[in-house]
C-alpha cells in the first residue's frame, strides 16, 4: 500500500469538495499505482502527478476566503449519497490528460449551482463531478477508459470541505 502524501499548497482561488471515506479514497489511490506506472505520470508542476487528496471538487475558483458565505448557501442541504461510475479521461490539454471517475449525484449539481452564486472564476462551461486519480502523460492511458472498477461503489455525503486559498481546510456540516 502506497502511503498518500499530505501536501500544503497555495492557491489563486479557494474551492469547495467533498472528501471520500478513506477506505474507499484509499482504494482509489492504490488502484492507481497498480494501473498507471510511474513512467506515464505527468509531473508538470506541482498540481500535477497523482492526486493525493481523493475527493470530488463542487466548486474551484472561488473568491472569497471566507467559509461563512459558503455555509450560509448550504442551510437547506441534507446528507446524500454519490456513486461512482467508470474510469473516463480528460482530454482538453495538450500537454496531459487526466484519469478521473465518474461521480454521479443530482444534488451534487444543485450545489454546484447553489455555490456558483458566489463571486467565482470558472474556465469550464458544464459541470462534470468525478475524483481525480492522476495526471498523465497524453495517450498513455486510453486503455483504462471505460474500466468499471469502481462503478457503482456508493458513499454518503454529510459535510463539504471549504478549502481556502492558503490551503486551510474547514469542514461544514449539513
Request: aromatic letters at 12%.
Amino acid at each position: 500500500m502506497k502511503i498518500r502524501p499530505s501536501l500544503v499548497n497555495f492557491y489563486n482561488y479557494s474551492s469547495a469538495q467533498i472528501c471520500l471515506p478513506d477506505k474507499l479514497a484509499d482504494n482509489i489511490f492504490n488502484w492507481g499505482y497498480e494501473h498507471i506506472p510511474d513512467k506515464d505520470i505527468n509531473f508538470g508542476d506541482f498540481s500535477f502527478g497523482r492526486e493525493n487528496e481523493i475527493h470530488t471538487t463542487i466548486l474551484n475558483g472561488i473568491h472569497t476566503d471566507d467559509p461563512r458565505q459558503v455555509k450560509a448557501l448550504l442551510v437547506n442541504s441534507k446528507p446524500f449519497i454519490c456513486k461512482l461510475g467508470q474510469i473516463s479521461l480528460f482530454k482538453n490539454n495538450l500537454n496531459f490528460d487526466v484519469v478521473t471517475i465518474e461521480v454521479r449525484s443530482p444534488e451534487l449539481h444543485c450545489l454546484n449551482k447553489d455555490l456558483s452564486k458566489l463571486p467565482h472564476s470558472n474556465n469550464f462551461l458544464e459541470y462534470k463531478p468525478h475524483v481525480t486519480i492522476a495526471y498523465v502523460n497524453p495517450n498513455k492511458a486510453d486503455h483504462l477508459t471505460g474500466n468499471q472498477n469502481f462503478t457503482g461503489h456508493e458513499f454518503e455525503v454529510k459535510e463539504i470541505v471549504f478549502s481556502s486559498r492558503n490551503g486551510q481546510k474547514i469542514f461544514l456540516n449539513f
